[in-house]
Protein backbone atom coordinates (compact mmCIF):
# COMPACT_ATOMS: atom_id res chain seq x y z
CA UNK A 1 0.00 0.00 0.00
CA UNK A 2 0.93 3.84 -0.54
CA UNK A 3 0.35 7.13 1.47
CA UNK A 4 0.57 10.31 0.07
CA UNK A 5 3.50 12.14 1.06
CA UNK A 6 3.40 15.12 -0.96
CA UNK A 7 0.00 16.95 -2.62
CA UNK A 8 -0.32 18.14 -5.99
CA UNK A 9 0.07 21.57 -4.50
CA UNK A 10 3.22 21.30 -2.86
CA UNK A 11 4.77 19.36 -5.78
CA UNK A 12 3.82 22.27 -7.98
CA UNK A 13 5.64 24.39 -5.78
CA UNK A 14 8.26 22.50 -5.62
CA UNK A 15 9.29 21.88 -9.24
CA UNK A 16 8.64 25.34 -9.83
CA UNK A 17 11.06 26.13 -7.89
CA UNK A 18 13.65 23.37 -9.33
CA UNK A 19 13.12 24.40 -12.80
CA UNK A 20 13.36 28.23 -12.19
CA UNK A 21 16.55 27.62 -9.75
CA UNK A 22 17.78 25.56 -12.96
CA UNK A 23 17.15 28.34 -15.73
CA UNK A 24 18.16 30.64 -13.56
CA UNK A 25 21.64 28.95 -12.69
CA UNK A 26 22.49 28.20 -16.36
CA UNK A 27 21.25 31.59 -17.65
CA UNK A 28 23.60 33.14 -14.48
CA UNK A 29 26.66 31.09 -15.52
CA UNK A 30 25.98 32.02 -19.11
CA UNK A 31 25.90 35.84 -18.38
CA UNK A 32 29.33 35.35 -15.82
CA UNK A 33 31.45 33.44 -18.35
CA UNK A 34 29.83 34.21 -21.55
CA UNK A 35 32.41 36.59 -22.73
CA UNK A 36 35.65 34.30 -21.43
CA UNK A 37 33.66 30.78 -22.37
CA UNK A 38 31.21 31.24 -25.15
CA UNK A 39 32.55 34.21 -27.53
CA UNK A 40 36.69 32.84 -28.62
CA UNK A 41 34.36 29.51 -29.92
CA UNK A 42 31.06 30.55 -31.25
CA UNK A 43 32.34 34.37 -31.69
CA UNK A 44 30.71 37.63 -30.67
CA UNK A 45 27.65 37.99 -32.61
CA UNK A 46 26.22 34.59 -31.06
CA UNK A 47 27.57 34.94 -27.62
CA UNK A 48 25.78 38.54 -27.84
CA UNK A 49 22.49 37.01 -28.97
CA UNK A 50 22.94 34.36 -26.29
CA UNK A 51 23.56 36.60 -23.48
CA UNK A 52 20.68 39.31 -24.39
CA UNK A 53 18.83 35.74 -24.51
CA UNK A 54 20.12 35.15 -21.02
CA UNK A 55 19.32 38.25 -19.69
CA UNK A 56 15.79 37.92 -20.21
CA UNK A 57 15.42 34.89 -19.64
CA UNK A 58 16.90 35.30 -16.01
CA UNK A 59 15.43 39.04 -15.14
CA UNK A 60 11.61 37.16 -15.59
CA UNK A 61 12.15 33.55 -14.12
CA UNK A 62 13.19 35.45 -11.13
CA UNK A 63 9.96 36.01 -10.22
CA UNK A 64 8.62 32.81 -10.43
CA UNK A 65 11.54 31.35 -8.82
CA UNK A 66 10.62 34.46 -5.54
CA UNK A 67 6.83 33.25 -6.03
CA UNK A 68 7.59 29.59 -5.49
CA UNK A 69 9.85 30.51 -2.74
CA UNK A 70 7.50 31.99 -0.64
CA UNK A 71 4.62 29.00 -1.90
CA UNK A 72 7.06 26.45 -0.28
CA UNK A 73 8.04 28.54 2.63
CA UNK A 74 4.17 28.67 4.05
CA UNK A 75 3.70 25.32 2.84
CA UNK A 76 6.38 23.43 4.78
CA UNK A 77 7.79 26.05 7.68
CA UNK A 78 5.69 24.11 10.37
CA UNK A 79 7.08 20.61 9.20
CA UNK A 80 10.73 22.43 9.38
CA UNK A 81 10.78 23.61 12.67
CA UNK A 82 14.03 22.48 14.99
CA UNK A 83 13.09 19.44 17.46
CA UNK A 84 14.49 17.05 19.77
CA UNK A 85 14.37 14.26 17.03
CA UNK A 86 16.98 16.15 14.85
CA UNK A 87 19.47 15.73 17.53
CA UNK A 88 19.09 11.88 17.31
CA UNK A 89 18.87 11.95 14.13
CA UNK A 90 22.21 13.36 13.26
CA UNK A 91 23.69 11.49 16.01
CA UNK A 92 23.06 8.34 13.90
CA UNK A 93 24.58 10.28 10.71
CA UNK A 94 20.72 10.27 9.10
CA UNK A 95 21.11 6.20 9.62
CA UNK A 96 24.65 5.65 8.86
CA UNK A 97 25.07 4.60 12.18
CA UNK A 98 23.40 1.99 13.73
CA UNK A 99 20.85 -0.67 11.49
CA UNK A 100 17.75 1.32 11.27
CA UNK A 101 16.81 4.72 9.86
CA UNK A 102 16.54 7.57 13.18
CA UNK A 103 12.92 8.41 14.03
CA UNK A 104 12.04 11.54 11.59
CA UNK A 105 8.53 13.74 11.11
CA UNK A 106 7.68 14.92 7.68
CA UNK A 107 11.06 16.41 7.16
CA UNK A 108 14.38 14.83 8.64
CA UNK A 109 17.32 16.70 9.96
CA UNK A 110 18.94 16.50 6.85
CA UNK A 111 16.15 17.51 4.53
CA UNK A 112 15.60 20.85 7.12
CA UNK A 113 18.95 21.99 6.53
CA UNK A 114 18.24 21.87 3.34
CA UNK A 115 14.40 23.38 3.35
CA UNK A 116 16.72 26.70 5.12
CA UNK A 117 19.22 26.65 3.05
CA UNK A 118 17.17 27.10 0.36
CA UNK A 119 15.06 29.90 2.04
CA UNK A 120 17.99 31.99 3.42
CA UNK A 121 20.06 31.61 0.42
CA UNK A 122 17.12 31.60 -1.81
CA UNK A 123 15.81 35.42 -0.32
CA UNK A 124 19.23 36.28 0.38
CA UNK A 125 19.68 35.89 -3.81
CA UNK A 126 16.18 37.34 -4.40
CA UNK A 127 16.78 40.64 -2.46
CA UNK A 128 20.51 40.97 -4.01
CA UNK A 129 18.74 40.20 -7.15
CA UNK A 130 15.88 42.70 -6.98
CA UNK A 131 18.71 45.22 -5.56
CA UNK A 132 20.30 44.75 -9.53
CA UNK A 133 16.83 44.93 -11.36
CA UNK A 134 16.14 48.17 -9.21
CA UNK A 135 19.28 49.41 -8.15
CA UNK A 136 17.83 53.59 -7.68
CA UNK A 137 15.02 52.42 -5.78
CA UNK A 138 16.82 49.67 -3.48
CA UNK A 139 19.89 50.26 -1.64
CA UNK A 140 20.32 47.43 0.10
CA UNK A 141 23.95 47.67 0.95
CA UNK A 142 24.18 51.17 2.19
CA UNK A 143 21.25 50.36 4.24
CA UNK A 144 23.01 46.58 5.48
CA UNK A 145 26.47 48.85 6.23
CA UNK A 146 24.22 51.93 8.49
CA UNK A 147 22.55 48.79 10.58
CA UNK A 148 26.12 47.15 11.43
CA UNK A 149 27.74 50.62 12.24
CA UNK A 150 24.84 51.32 14.98
CA UNK A 151 26.10 47.54 16.65
CA UNK A 152 29.48 48.95 16.76
CA UNK A 153 30.75 46.80 13.35
CA UNK A 154 32.77 49.43 11.51
CA UNK A 155 34.94 46.51 8.89
CA UNK A 156 34.63 43.12 8.27
CA UNK A 157 37.43 40.20 7.65
CA UNK A 158 38.87 40.95 3.91
CA UNK A 159 36.58 43.22 2.80
CA UNK A 160 38.05 46.09 5.33
CA UNK A 161 36.16 49.10 6.65
CA UNK A 162 32.66 50.03 6.10
CA UNK A 163 32.03 52.38 3.42
CA UNK A 164 29.67 55.60 4.78
CA UNK A 165 27.82 56.46 1.54
CA UNK A 166 27.80 53.96 -1.42
CA UNK A 167 26.29 55.16 -5.35
CA UNK A 168 23.78 53.44 -7.55
CA UNK A 169 27.10 52.09 -9.00
CA UNK A 170 28.98 50.68 -6.08
CA UNK A 171 25.75 49.32 -4.81
CA UNK A 172 25.39 47.29 -7.83
CA UNK A 173 28.80 46.10 -7.77
CA UNK A 174 28.03 44.90 -4.53
CA UNK A 175 24.70 43.38 -5.32
CA UNK A 176 26.33 41.35 -8.44
CA UNK A 177 29.30 39.93 -6.14
CA UNK A 178 27.06 38.80 -3.52
CA UNK A 179 24.67 37.74 -5.65
CA UNK A 180 26.84 35.54 -7.79
CA UNK A 181 28.98 33.92 -4.33
CA UNK A 182 25.27 33.29 -2.55
CA UNK A 183 23.98 32.04 -5.82
CA UNK A 184 27.18 29.34 -6.28
CA UNK A 185 26.93 28.27 -3.00
CA UNK A 186 22.89 27.37 -3.31
CA UNK A 187 24.16 25.52 -6.65
CA UNK A 188 26.59 23.41 -4.06
CA UNK A 189 23.71 22.59 -2.07
CA UNK A 190 21.02 21.91 -4.31
CA UNK A 191 23.54 19.17 -6.69
CA UNK A 192 23.54 17.29 -3.51
CA UNK A 193 20.08 17.60 -2.75
CA UNK A 194 19.29 16.17 -6.37
CA UNK A 195 21.64 13.38 -6.09
CA UNK A 196 20.33 12.10 -2.63
CA UNK A 197 16.44 13.00 -3.99
CA UNK A 198 17.03 11.19 -7.31
CA UNK A 199 19.74 8.04 -7.19
CA UNK A 200 21.23 8.43 -3.30
CA UNK A 201 18.19 6.97 -2.11
CA UNK A 202 15.83 4.99 -3.15
CA UNK A 203 12.62 5.73 -3.07
CA UNK A 204 13.42 9.54 -2.73
CA UNK A 205 12.14 10.53 -5.99
CA UNK A 206 8.52 9.06 -5.93
CA UNK A 207 7.43 11.38 -2.64
CA UNK A 208 8.01 14.32 -5.52
CA UNK A 209 7.36 12.25 -8.63
CA UNK A 210 3.99 11.33 -7.80
CA UNK A 211 3.87 12.30 -4.20
CA UNK A 212 2.83 8.48 -3.00
CA UNK A 213 5.44 6.58 -1.32
CA UNK A 214 5.12 2.86 -0.45
CA UNK A 215 4.25 2.56 3.60
CA UNK A 216 6.48 0.60 4.33
CA UNK A 217 9.70 3.28 2.94
CA UNK A 218 7.51 6.01 4.81
CA UNK A 219 7.72 4.15 8.10
CA UNK A 220 11.19 3.36 7.71
CA UNK A 221 12.20 6.52 6.56
CA UNK A 222 9.37 9.12 8.67
CA UNK A 223 7.88 6.75 10.93
CA UNK A 224 6.63 9.61 13.40
CA UNK A 225 4.95 11.59 10.48
CA UNK A 226 3.64 8.01 9.47
CA UNK A 227 2.31 8.05 13.25
CA UNK A 228 0.42 11.47 12.55
CA UNK A 229 -1.33 10.59 9.45
CA UNK A 230 -3.01 7.62 10.68
CA UNK A 231 -3.63 9.46 14.18
CA UNK A 232 -5.22 12.23 12.09
CA UNK A 233 -7.08 9.37 9.51
CA UNK A 234 -8.15 7.42 12.72
CA UNK A 235 -9.61 10.77 14.41
CA UNK A 236 -11.57 11.78 11.16
CA UNK A 237 -13.01 8.53 10.45
CA UNK A 238 -14.03 8.40 13.93
CA UNK A 239 -15.88 11.95 13.84
CA UNK A 240 -17.25 10.90 10.65
CA UNK A 241 -21.01 8.98 11.50
CA UNK A 242 -21.78 5.75 9.92
CA UNK A 243 -24.30 5.64 7.49
Known amino acids: ?41 FGKEL ?18 FMLA ?33 PPAKKFNGGQKLIFWSVIILGG ?17 FAATFDKMRAFGITE ?3 YGALPETLTPHSEMMHAQVWHAVVSFLLMG ?8 GSVGMEGAYDAMGSGQVEEQWAKEHHGLWVEEVQAKEAKSAAATPAE
Open 189 to 196: IIIAHIYI
Open 124 to 140: SISASGLALLFPFELNM
Open 156 to 158: LPV
Open 47 to 64: NSTLLIASKWIHNNVSWA
Open 1 to 41: STITRFKAIERFGHWVLAGSFILLGITGLLTLFGRVVLAPY
Open 69 to 101: LVMIFFYWVIHNLPSRTDLVWFAKGGGIIGKAH
